[in-house]
């Protein structure tokens, strides 16, 4: 079964990468994606100076082995043990 992880990188600069610079970071990742099973990228948010990357995973070990084959740090590991949003509230009303 695969969990969610949020991933922290530190990639000081990365905010200020172009379209193409982006691109090409993400055929590293896919790349690397594509030699491990049991690990799947969502999707990622771009700050100044890191990412965070929400990945569905097996296990941490999947993470850091993509981390190692892509050469992108994974800082932090954080797995997600549930969601809220807006309609939490509403959803909960006794």
Known sequence: MLKRYVIERDL???????????GGATKVS???????PGIQWEHSYVTADKTFCIYLAESEDK????????GFPAN???EVVGMIDPTTERNCMV
């Open 63 to 70: 993470i850091r082995k993509h981390a190692e084959k892509s």
């Open 30 to 36: 896919n790349d690397a994606l594509a030699e491990i």
């Open 12 to 22: 000081p600069g990365v905010g200020s990468m172009s379209a193409p610079e982006l």
């Open 76 to 78: 932090k590991i954080t």
